[in-house]
Each structure stands twice: as C-alpha cells, then as structure tokens.
C-alpha cells in the first residue's frame, strides 16, 4: 500500500535496501564479490555488507559502483535514501 505525501507526491511504504539491486546486479552479469571488491577497491567486508542490508551505500562508495557497474552513483544514493527514509517511517510507527 502507498500513501500520498504532503505534497501529493507518491509515497511508497516499503523500500528495498541497496543491497539487493547491487546483489541481482552481480548476479545477472556473473560477477563475484569479491570481483567487484578487487574492481571498485572497496573492502570486501563492505561489499558483504551493503549486500547482506547491513551497511548503507555512501557517496564514495556509489561513485565507485557507478565507474565499475556503469549505473549512475545518484542511482545508488537515492536508493539508499530512500532506504532510510522508509526504516525511519517504521520506526516512526512503531513507537506510536
């Protein structure tokens, strides 16, 4: 279900994390992790993360994925946001 913002904008109740349209990336192209931690020079330990949902996408890191992966870094990062936004509108809910 989805509600109508303030400003009459959709607002979706459910996000997905980075993580998962980083991992269905990989996948469809037949790359490892640990590839594309070689690739960008991230640590793996972060690429298992954001895959795992358990560590965010940053700046830096979206301007790596968008050099190696050809999908644009404001890509990742509104992904993210909106990530955040939605884990914020729970936690909202469920302290009310």
């Given at each position: 279900?989805?509600?109508?913002?303030?400003?009459?904008?959709?607002?979706p109740?459910?996000?997905?994390?980075?993580?998962?349209?980083?991992?269905?990336?990989?996948?469809?192209?037949?790359?490892?992790?640990?590839?594309?931690?070689?690739?960008?020079?991230?640590?793996?330990?972060?690429?298992?993360?954001?895959?795992?949902?358990?560590?965010?996408v940053?700046?830096?890191?979206?301007?790596?994925?968008?050099?190696?992966?050809?999908?644009?870094?404001?890509?990742?990062?509104?992904?993210?946001?909106?990530?955040?936004?939605?884990?914020?509108?729970?936690?909202?809910?469920?302290?009310?």
């Open positions: 279900m989805a509600t109508s913002g303030k400003s009459g904008d959709w607002c109740d459910w996000a997905t994390h980075p993580g998962e349209h980083l991992e269905e990336l990989l996948r469809t192209r037949r790359w490892t992790d640990e590839g594309l931690a070689r690739t960008t020079g991230l640590p793996l330990d972060l690429i298992r993360g954001v895959i795992a949902g358990t560590r965010p940053t700046p830096e890191m979206a301007q790596r994925l968008e050099r190696v992966l050809d999908l644009k870094a404001s890509v990742w990062i509104n992904l993210q946001a909106n990530w955040d936004a939605a884990q914020r509108r729970t936690e909202k809910t469920a302290a009310a």
